[in-house]
């Protein structure tokens, strides 16, 4: 086998302006990084694959970022690391409860299934919503973090037995699924050509007395991975970016459950031949702390937020292969229009704190923040287009 050597990326450091450190979230970042060090060293050969890296900084039960008890969401806390589209403003969940009510007609249920639901934002908004519809909903979360979970708990009690929390994928499902930034958060593959045209994938190494304890490292790629890449993007040394599998498989996966309807995937992403652009060179990996966005991974461990955008076209073809139709793709912005933005806001000129309220829309509408970055994809099962979010602006031929 071959050793594994350093990667020619530069060693990781804090970047300049981020907040101190509190002494709990201290305590924290050195207790995950003894973990990652007890991996690296459980190693043959001392390299920690960096898909294995982001899976435990992020989802390590009880350490990872996801899984111990930080405070992630939140737009006016300090502890806060980024805030989601839904906790802007309940006119998210508002609009999304039409395009939602479409497919639960389709496929005769009231069942909606949510995954990762943050704080609960968009299950406040979409539930009433819908039961102003009429529908009598049954909204199933599946949540990971038990922090969470007690927070969704606290924030949902109003509406009772009408939102259930499970504890692992269900075996059969039919209603509606919606995953708001989930697979941005799922572990990716990073990978990079050297200067000869060799593919190499990236890790880590442990580097004694350097904070933080880590440092880069890659070894030549496996088959696998050299036909995945190949089959997606031609050579160009010195270029790196990632694949998510993990997404990948998770969206395969969702033909062996969903058995009738839609499911409903918001994130910020491209299509592939935008996602593998040549001036793409260093890929899309970004990390979240305090609301300070950076691209170093290898610091903050356990305390900050590791994501990488999504290739919309893997994710469609996943879904294919897992024997599901793909519905629809198209911009945040255009999604939120078709789907009765502009009706929505026209009954709620005359509310209080409708400028705040168009203020926050006007940041999810705006081609220069997240109008344009955001997507939406829709997949399923025994529903037929088109659905309400994608009849105008529909980009699927673009995937």
Same mark, same amino acid.
């Given at each position: *086998?071959?050793?594994?050597?350093? +990667? ?17 979230? +201290? ?55 980024? @805030? ?6 309940? =006119? =998210? ?27 609960? #934002? ?34 949902? #009690? ?39 045209? @060799? ?17 880069? #490292? ?35 996966? *969702? ?6 309807? #839609? ?43 590791? @994501? ?17 139709? =793909? ?20 009954? *709620? ?51």
């Amino acid at each position: *086998m071959t050793q594994p050597r350093l +990667a020619p990326v530069p060693p990781p450091e804090m970047p300049s302006g981020l907040p101190p450190l509190d002494a709990g979230s +201290a305590e924290h970042n050195r207790r995950v990084e003894q973990h990652l060090l007890d991996r690296i060293q459980a190693s043959s050969d001392g390299f920690l694959p960096f898909e294995a890296w982001m899976a435990d900084a992020l989802h390590a039960p009880g350490l990872g970022y996801y899984t111990a008890g930080n405070t992630k969401f939140g737009s006016h806390t300090p502890t806060g690391d980024f @805030t989601t589209a839904p906790e802007m403003t309940p =006119v =998210v969940g508002q609009v999304l409860a039409r395009q939602v009510a479409q497919v639960l007609d389709a496929a005769g249920t009231a069942n909606v299934l949510e995954f990762g639901a943050g704080t609960g #934002a968009l299950a406040a908004s979409v539930i009433p919503a819908l039961q102003e519809l009429g529908i009598d909903v049954r909204y199933f979360i599946l949540e990971i973090s038990a922090d969470l979970v007690e927070r969704q708990k606290e924030r949902l #009690a109003p509406y009772g037995t009408a939102v259930q929390w499970l504890d692992a994928l269900p075996d059969s499902f039919e209603g509606c699924v919606l995953a708001n930034e989930v697979l941005d958060a799922m572990p990716a593959v990073l990978f990079r050509w050297d200067e000869s045209g @060799t593919l190499m994938e990236l890790g880590v190494q442990a580097h004694s007395g350097a904070t933080p304890p880590f440092q880069w #490292a890659e070894r030549p790629a496996g088959d696998w991975l050299r036909s995945i890449v190949d089959a997606r993007m031609p050579p160009l040394p010195g270029y790196r970016s990632e694949l998510n599998l993990h997404a990948e498989a998770w969206m395969r996966g *969702m033909g062996s459950w969903l058995k009738t309807g #839609a499911a409903l995937l918001i994130d910020y992403g491209f299509p592939q031949r935008e996602y593998f652009h040549p001036q793409r060179n260093t890929g899309t990996l970004m990390c979240h702390f305090r609301h300070y966005s950076h691209a170093e991974p290898l610091v903050l461990a356990g305390v900050q937020d590791i @994501t990488a955008h999504v290739d919309f076209t893997a994710m469609a073809d996943a879904a294919l292969e897992g024997g599901l139709d =793909v519905l629809g793709y198209t911009s945040q912005a255009r999604f939120l229009l078709n789907a009765g933005l502009p009706e929505m806001l026209q009954g *709620m000129m005359a509310l209080p704190g409708i400028q705040s309220t168009l203020s926050a829309v006007q940041k999810l509408v705006s081609e220069a923040e997240m109008g344009e970055l955001f997507k939406v994809l829709a997949v399923g099962r025994g529903i037929e287009p088109p659905l309400l979010g994608f009849t105008r602006g529909d980009r699927r031929d673009g995937l």
